[in-house]
């Protein structure tokens, strides 16, 4: 998309949220998650790059996001697609080369836009170079960089561990007769990061990556790090587990979340903090409780920025079990912690547009809503911002499989739909890696050239937190509402509300609407009760607190 730009009043207001940034860009900011495979193709291969993604930077600009977090860029045999590095100094041949990176880096630095990419650090590919050389000897080099056991009697494995796919956690390796552990596929063998060569050696990956401008990063499963060094077998799973780890049987106590993994996350943090600006250490905390989360913001200033919230994003889209959410998370972050709030993922739940709202236009549009005007960093999910669903693919084609569920992740991989065009805009190939959903149904380009679209629903939420401050940092209070709603106030001024329920609900309150996600009732008086149909939400400016 080319013609857009930014008004003087944004620019400067824009300018005036720099300068408040020293306590982290993010606070107060957006990020938006794009799939790099599936976002922009720029040579026609049908798989998203570097450079479409710098082509693309002026719609991010319009949009007007401030954070643009990228899943794995790095070389790999694509096993689970980047999640198993095979170098993790280099850039993926398919997205580019480093230079496309550091072009990338620095022209969204022109639109205020910084780069946030995952790093891999529990586990590497079977190819890379240190785990070639940790299998060809019991005495190599690199040996000790992963995690190797004898068999047991008569050859059985060493112990009851269960990966996260809900298969056994071991490997036999025929050439050096031990087995090595993996806590996902047999592809992507654990690192022992018990081992101070195996620490360093990130933190040099760290800084390589830290020195080249980049906003931050996102650190892949961080609760699997450190395993039991007594190798004890893992307890069976109780009702406190997630429901993973009950239908895998067991609760993974002993393979993953050793309480030590909060040391490593506090030394990433202290090298973090030596750069300035400040940069992003967005933890990918896959832990089933709010309580489990919160530890790893550590005190607040000395762990992770940013915490991945799995208990909202799989709440049911409904008021009771939300403000729950909502309240429990807010309730127990540290003092000066920062929340983040993600509804969609490229992982196993998918798109919050199918998942929660059902591909209904006015649930999505709420989801939204709710999303950007809840206190914390939102991340909107690629895709999400026009409503995109997960179209139906039949069998499973390209993602590495969930063996306990048995669901596809490719659902919610699917290639941006820019255009109702053949390749969707996407790319100019008729072979998309994954194939392409419905674009007639949601595309950028019609969504662009129409104001009552849930695109412009998006940026003009986007603008008005950042003329708004109450919107943007302002503290978040609940307050009671009728059944089947969820309302409360941020800062001085803001008051939001959200009817999830089938019929129509009045909620006290008093002010003008400044968005409604039906946008015919922007600006509309409420003198003292605001009437919100089902499916309907939004943001006051309150005379009334
Ligand atoms: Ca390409």
Redesign the pocket.
Known sequence: MTGHSRGKTTANSRNQRASAARRGWWRGGVIYQAYPRSWS?????G???LR?IIDRLDYLEWLGIDGLWLNPLMPSPDHDWGYDVSDYKAIHP?MGTLDDFDELVAQAARRAIRIVFDLVPSHTSDRHAWFLDARSSKSSRYRDYYVWRRPGPRGSLPNNWMNYFGRAAWSFDDGTGEYYMHNFSPHQPQLNWWNAEVREEFDRILNFWLERGIGGVRLDAVQALLYDKQFRDNPPATRADSDKERRIGQRLKYNANHPDVHRIVRRWHSLAAQFDPQRLLLGETWVPSIRQMVKYYGNGTDEFDLTWNLTFLRSPFASRPLRQIIELTLRLLPDDAWAAWAASTHDDEGRATTRWCGGVPATIRCAMLLLLTLRGTPIIYYGDEIGMTEPLLGKMRRALRDEESGRSRDGSRTPMQWKAAPGAGFTSSTQPWLPLGDASVANVETQSADRGSVLWLVRDLLALRRTFDDLAVGELALVSSPAGTLAWHRGKSAFIAVNLGTSMRRIRTSGQILICTDRTRDQEYVAEWLELRSREAVVVRSTSR
Not at 41 to 45: C, E, I, L
């Open positions: 193709d720029s040579n026609g291969d798989i998203g790059d479409g398919a």
